[in-house]
C-alpha cells in the first residue's frame, strides 16, 4: 500500500485527507480492507477479451488501487500512442511512462 504522503495532491487538501482517514483506519482494524480511489474517467481503454483493447469515450467512475496514482499523468497522447499499431509489444509501458 502507498503511504498518503506518496500519493500526488496528499497530504494537503481535501483528497488528501479523506485517504489518510481512510489509511489510517485499514491500519487498524482487522479485516479492514486497503482503501480504494474513486476516479472520474472521461475516456478510457476497455480490455472486454485479453490482448482486445477498444477506446471508450464514455465517462465512469473507476476504483483504483492508490498505486496507480503514482503512474504518470496521461494526456491527450496516451491513448492515441496506446492503440497505436506502432505501439511497443508491452503496451502497459505507455501507461506507465516508459515508452
Known amino acids: 500500500m502507498v503511504a498518503p504522503g506518496n500519493l500526488p495532491g496528499c ?4 483528497v488528501g485527507r479523506l485517504f489518510s482517514v481512510r489509511y489510517a483506519y485499514a491500519r487498524q482494524v482487522k479485516r479492514a480492507e486497503e482503501p480504494l480511489v474513486l476516479i472520474l474517467q472521461e475516456e478510457y481503454i476497455d480490455e ?8 471508450v469515450k464514455k465517462k465512469r467512475i473507476a476504483e483504483w488501487p492508490p498505486e496507480f496514482l503514482t503512474r504518470p499523468r496521461r494526456n491527450e497522447h496516451t491513448i492515441p500512442d496506446f492503440m497505436s499499431p506502432d505501439a511497443p509489444d508491452n503496451k502497459l509501458d505507455i501507461l506507465h511512462g516508459l515508452a
Open 11 to 14: 497530504p494537503g487538501g481535501r
Open 48 to 55: 472486454p477479451e485479453p490482448g482486445r483493447y477498444i477506446h
